[in-house]
């Protein structure tokens, strides 16, 4: 049993950056592959990036990719997403999964519970 809290979420004008992280609760945080999905009003929840239970690989969205990082800290059971460059388009509730390195949903064992991202043109 994983539990995931993220946190970082906020408002930030187009073109500026947050980070978000992902408190994760569990001794076997670093044996999990993990991802980050976003969910805008109205539309479905969508990939954003995932990565490996070692750290070693790494995979995003294309509406992502040269803005966004994703990256973890086994020794503090966090994940984490830099997103810089920001768009209006990446505004929504963003959260962050555990099991898997897949862009479905579907995929993933365990979820946390979403922190909002607004950005404001």
């Known amino acids: 049993q994983v539990q995931l809290v993220e946190s970082g979420g906020g408002l930030v004008q187009a073109g500026g950056s947050l980070r978000l992280s992902c408190a994760a609760s569990?001794?076997?945080?670093?044996?999990?592959?993990m991802g980050w999905f976003r969910q805008a009003p109205g539309k479905e929840r969508e990939f954003v990036a995932s990565?490996?239970?070692?750290?070693?690989?790494?995979y995003y969205a294309d509406s992502v990719k040269g803005r966004f990082t994703i990256f973890k800290n086994n020794a503090k059971n966090t994940l984490y997403l830099q997103m810089n460059s920001l768009k209006y388009d990446d505004m929504g509730v963003y959260y962050c999964?555990?099991?898997?390195?897949?862009?479905?949903?579907?995929?993933?064992?365990?979820w946390g519970q979403g922190t909002q991202v607004t950005v404001s043109s």
């Open positions: 999964a555990a099991g898997s390195v897949g862009s479905s949903p579907g995929d993933y064992l365990y």
């Open positions: 569990g001794r076997t945080f670093s044996s999990y592959d």
């Open positions: 990565i490996r239970w070692s750290g070693s690989t790494t």
